[in-house]
Each structure stands twice: as structure tokens, then as C-alpha cells.
């Protein structure tokens, strides 16, 4: 749009059919000098360009008015030995944190060897799945002979001393390409490292891997073509923390970290079969992170058990200055405490849903089993699928550039529910609209405010009605974990076409077995209560511990055992 366009009467009437008002012929002549002096200062706003990752005056908070913290007590992870080491280097790839851990402290197993199997692993799979984006062996090298030097000299850092991770391409690297997934941007290397990244090499973790991320965080296409889930080849992993979840799965890292704006680590995770921790907003620093939704990310861990997941955000959490959204709360998590007795609260309705199957109901079985107390909820009617629109603007900002300088094409997914088109239609937004989603969102946490005032923890089957969405837009934190394994056709991307996310209906063909994952919602900064939960569910469905057909898999994407 250029300031010689001339608006009238003709003009105003026509936009009203994009914003869905009725407006008098009087009314819309009353409106021509109005609009189009600001139409005028919309274009002299345009030209001050504004950084990528500048944050708006208005900073989301999700602790309502009142809100009392939640005292979270010690950290005191479990204390189960680890079993002995491996012989065969594919079992020690696939082992959890828990027992890296053990073997590098113990001194059986040195970081540098463990960063070996994994870089050797990642040179053949990370091709073939399309998970990672750039491979950091020198770096990897060095971190590693780090750590077991400072073992050697009795320092030990910590859980994650020595421990090979991925970090998802939207993390800054110093000196190492961090692409965002997209082509406009594959190019670019940071000249600092963002705070998670530093944290976790203080933590003494050991980089290998940058790992892919759909184009500016959303779905699992980028510029390397589409990130694939190891139980089935034929499909992508999900999006958008697409490599962290598939590396993870295929035992190319130990851990990595995710981001989640809508269900950027849920969706993965389930896909996949990983643990993911979305940890309450606010909690991890976003600093060196590419700013996609300032009231929506959120930075967290994806890993092989819900341990695992603590481990790493122990690590991870804390205020930062230099993320406008940081908030200071202290993370506890006591394995040991017991959970008989507390009160997990869900949403009946959910779990009719066509979309729910037996196993999510199983889980509340399981639940019941292991000594929770559950709670029927009541969710009022509300129209959670519209809080999308916030999304699609805060979106839209951040990267306005490629919309005014038609620079969108340069994206390969180019489909009614990619990017593009949704930075386009995000501009029909009106900003009186905008303000009265935001005060929906108000009403929304409010009212999940109340839920959580009678539980402990929320149970939900996953993708499955609004708490995705809800929870995001609230700021809770959310634990997925495997519940089980079903038989699944191949199936298709999740979408924001129109509102809430959206799985595309599998394809007809061979099937395939996958993993398949429950939510559990946290109070906010509570996320040791739903760690200490899933542990115990995690004990109950006894089947963290599968690993995907990966090498069985022939070049068809074929199960072949």
C-alpha cells in the first residue's frame, strides 16, 4: 500500500466486508479525512524499522491480581541407580539423562566418548530424518574434553555435565548459523550465544547439534525440506521444534530444548514420543531466541523421561533483564514427595470428544491407580478458537518486513495455513478487535484461575479440545508424555488454517506403529507437582522406554520389524 491511494466513501464500504461491520452512508463520508490521515501515519510508522527481537511496551504477565506463589520446596531429583553400562553403543545412545548422568560421574563413561556416539549417529539419521540443521562437532569436541578434564580435577558441574544436546535453530550460537528454519535467514550467524545456551554450557552440557524448526516456528518445513518422525518415515515429525523431537526420539541427542508459541513442543513430542516440558511463561529467558509471539513463547526441554525434563529445566530457569517477560520463581521438585491424595481435575467433555480414543481414557485409569483423586471440571462455553487471531498478529508484526517488502514467496511453504498467507491476513485485524481479544484472554485466565483453585493439576487428552490453546494463552505449564502405542495411517501436518490447531486426516495406505501421549496441566511456576505426577504415570504405562523402528526402516519409510 502506497499514501497516493485514494480512500472514499467507495473504498470504506468495501473494507467493511473485511472486518465485518455496517456502516451508513453518512458515517462512512464522516470517515474519509479520518481514515485517511491514518492510513498516513500507519505508512510513516512503517518506515522506522523496528528490530526483530524489540518487545512491545506491553508486557503479558500471567499471574492475575492476588496471585499467591505456590511454595515449590527443594530440588531433590530420584535416586534410582542406573543399571550398568552398555556394551553396544546404539543402547547407551538411547538412555535417558538419568543414567548418562550416573555413568559420566561414575567415571564408566567419558562425555568425550558419548559425544562421539552421538556424532556418529547423527551424520547418516540426522540426514535422513532432516532434523538437523547444522552439526557442531568442533564445538561438541571441545565441550566435551571440557568436562571430563574438570571431572578429572573433581568438578563436577552438575546432571547435565558432559551431556550432548540439540539446540532448536532459533537459539542464537555464537559463530554458528542459526537460520530460523527459513530461507530469507539461513544465512545468519549470531555474534552471541542466547541465555539458554549459555546456561547449559555452564551447566557443562555439551552442544552437537543445531536441530530444524518449520520456517519461523511453525509446522516441520524449512529450508532443508520437511523433518521426519522416526516411527514412520512417510510423515513429518510435527512442528514446530520438529528436529528437537525427532533427534531426541532417534537417539541423536541426550536431550534438547524446544520452543512452544501453540503446541511447538506438545505436538513434536506426541508425534515423536519425547517428553516435553512447556514451562509456565515467563519462566525461561527468551533472550537470544527468535521473537516470534512476545505474550506466547516459551522455551523449554524435550527429553526421554519426565526426570529428564526437570533435570533440564533446573538447569535452564531463571530471571533474565534482558527478556522483558523474565519473572523470578524458584523451580522445586522433590521426586520423593508423595502424590496419593492430590486432586487432578478434568474436563468430562473432553474425553467424549470423536477425537479422544481409548487410550487418553485409559490414562485417567491409570490415574486413578496410582492414588490421584479425580476431579470432574466445568469450562465455560467461550470462544477459545478466536484468542488465534492475537497470535497471528503479534506473528505478523515480528516479521512485517516480509509482507511490505513482498519477500514472503522466498518461504517454500507457501499454502493457505502457512505463514505468508496468515502475516497477510493478520493485517484485517482491527485494533479495537484486538484489544477486545486481550480482554477475552483476561476473562480466560480468570476463569482457569478458578479451575486450578480446586485441583492440583489438569489431565487432558492432547490436541484434544480447547486446552491447548487455553493454556498457552493463560501461560500454564504442560508436561506431554507417551501413554502408549497405537496403529496410525500416515498422517498430515498440524495446521492453524482457521483457528485452533488441527490435525490433517491421515492418509490411506500402510500403518504404522506410533506413539501415542496424555497432557498434564500445571498451576502456574507448579511445574514440580505435574513432574512428580508424570513420574509416577510414567512408571504406570511402563513404555517410555520404546524405541522407534529407525534402523529397521527402509529408504519407503516402510516398517520392516
Known amino acids: 500500500m502506497n499514501g497516493q491511494q485514494k480512500v472514499d466513501a467507495t473504498t470504506i464500504a468495501q473494507a467493511e466486508k473485511l472486518l465485518g461491520v455496517d456502516y451508513s452512508d453518512a458515517e462512512r463520508l464522516q470517515m474519509v479525512d479520518n481514515i485517511a490521515g491514518q492510513v498516513e501515519l500507519a505508512i510513516k510508522r512503517r518506515a522506522v524499522r523496528l528490530p526483530q527481537a524489540l518487545a512491545p511496551a ?67 539419521l540426522g540426514e535422513k530424518l532432516k532434523c538437523i540443521a547444522t552439526a557442531t562437532p568442533e564445538l ?33 550460537t555464537k559463530g554458528i548459523s542459526t537460520g530460523w528454519g527459513a530461507e530469507p535467514y539461513r544465512s545468519r550467524v549470531p555474534a552471541s550465544d542466547a541465555s539458554v545456551v549459555r546456561k547449559l554450557a555452564d551447566a557443562g552440557a555439551v552442544l552437537v547439534a543445531k536441530t530444524t524448526l518449520g520456517a519461523l516456528a511453525y509446522g516441520d518445513i524449512w529450508y532443508g525440506g520437511r523433518t521426519r518422525n522416526p516411527w514412520n518415515l512417510e510423515e513429518g515429525s510435527s512442528g514446530s ?221 492432547c490436541l484434544v479440545g480447547p486446552m491447548l490453546t487455553i493454556t498457552n494463552f493463560t501461560g500454564h505449564p504442560a508436561l506431554v508424555m507417551r501413554s502408549g502405542f497405537r496403529q496410525s495411517e500416515t498422517r498430515g501436518s498440524l495446521t492453524l488454517v482457521r483457528t485452533r490447531p488441527r490435525q490433517v486426516s491421515p492418509a490411506k495406505g500402510p500403518t504404522f506403529i506410533v506413539p501415542h501421549a496424555i497432557c498434564v496441566h500445571g498451576r502456574l511456576f507448579d511445574e514440580g507437582t505435574i513432574l512428580r505426577i508424570g513420574k509416577a504415570l510414567e512408571r504406570e504405562f511402563a513404555v517410555w522406554d520404546r524405541r522407534p523402528p529407525l534402523e529397521l526402516q527402509g529408504s519407503s519409510g516402510a516398517s520392516l520389524g
Not at 72 to 94: N, W
Not at 157 to 165: C, K, Q, V
Not at 326 to 353: C, N, Q, T, V
Open 241 to 461: 521444534s520438529a528436529g528437537s523431537g525427532s533427534a531426541t526420539a532417534a537417539g541423536l541427542v541426550g536431550f534438547s530444548i524446544g520452543t512452544e508459541t501453540l503446541g511447538s513442543i506438545v505436538a513434536p513430542s506426541i508425534r515423536c514420543g519425547t517428553t516435553g516440558l512447556r514451562p509456565t511463561f515467563g519462566r525461561v529467558s527468551r533472550a537470544g531466541a527468535m521473537a516470534l509471539c512476545s505474550s506466547l513463547d516459551k522455551i523449554g526441554p524435550m527429553c526421554r523421561t519426565v526426570e529428564d525434563t526437570a533435570l533440564v529445566l533446573e538447569a535452564i530457569n531463571g530471571f533474565d533483564k534482558d527478556d522483558p517477560s523474565s519473572i523470578a520463581a524458584p523451580f522445586g521438585y522433590d521426586a520423593a514427595a508423595p502424590i496419593k491424595g492430590l486432586r487432578l481435575g478434568y474436563f468430562p467433555e473432553d474425553f467424549k470428544l470423536p477425537e479422544a480414543d481409548d487410550l487418553d481414557r485409559a490414562a485417567l485409569d491409570a490415574a486413578r491407580r496410582i492414588g490421584l483423586e479425580l476431579t470432574a471440571l466445568e469450562r465455560p462455553d467461550l470462544p477459545y478458537d478466536a484468542l488465534m487471531n492475537l497470535l497471528f498478529a503479534e506473528a505478523a508484526a515480528a516479521f512485517e518486513e516480509l509482507t511490505l517488502e513482498n519477500r514472503d514467496d522466498e518461504l517454500s511453504w507457501q499454502e493457505p495455513a502457512a505463514w505468508p498467507n496468515a502475516f497477510r491476513k493478520a493485517r484485517f485485524l482491527s485494533a479495537v478487535d484486538h484489544v477486545q481479544l486481550d480482554r477475552l484472554r483476561r476473562r480466560v485466565m480468570q476463569d482457569m484461575d478458578a479451575a486450578f483453585s480446586k485441583v492440583d493439576a489438569i489431565i487432558a487428552p
Open 140 to 172: 561438541a569436541r571441545e565441550q566435551a574434553e571440557r568436562a571430563d578434564r574438570l571431572l578429572g580435577d573433581g568438578i563436577y558441574l552438575g546432571a547435565l555435565h558432559g551431556i550432548p544436546w540439540g539446540a532448536k535453530d532459533l537459539l542464537d
Open 58 to 124: 506491553t508486557r503479558f504477565d500471567p499471574r492475575l491480581p492476588g496471585w499467591k506463589p505456590i511454595d515449590p520446596g527443594i530440588f531433590r531429583p530420584g535416586d534410582e541407580p542406573a543399571p550398568a553400562l552398555p556394551s553396544r553403543d546404539i543402547d547407551i545412545a538411547y538412555a535417558p539423562v538419568t543414567h548418562l548422568a550416573r555413568w559420566i560421574r561414575a567415571g564408566t563413561l567419558t562425555s568425550v566418548r558419548l559425544t562421539e556416539i552421538y556424532l556418529e549417529r547423527i551424520a547418516p
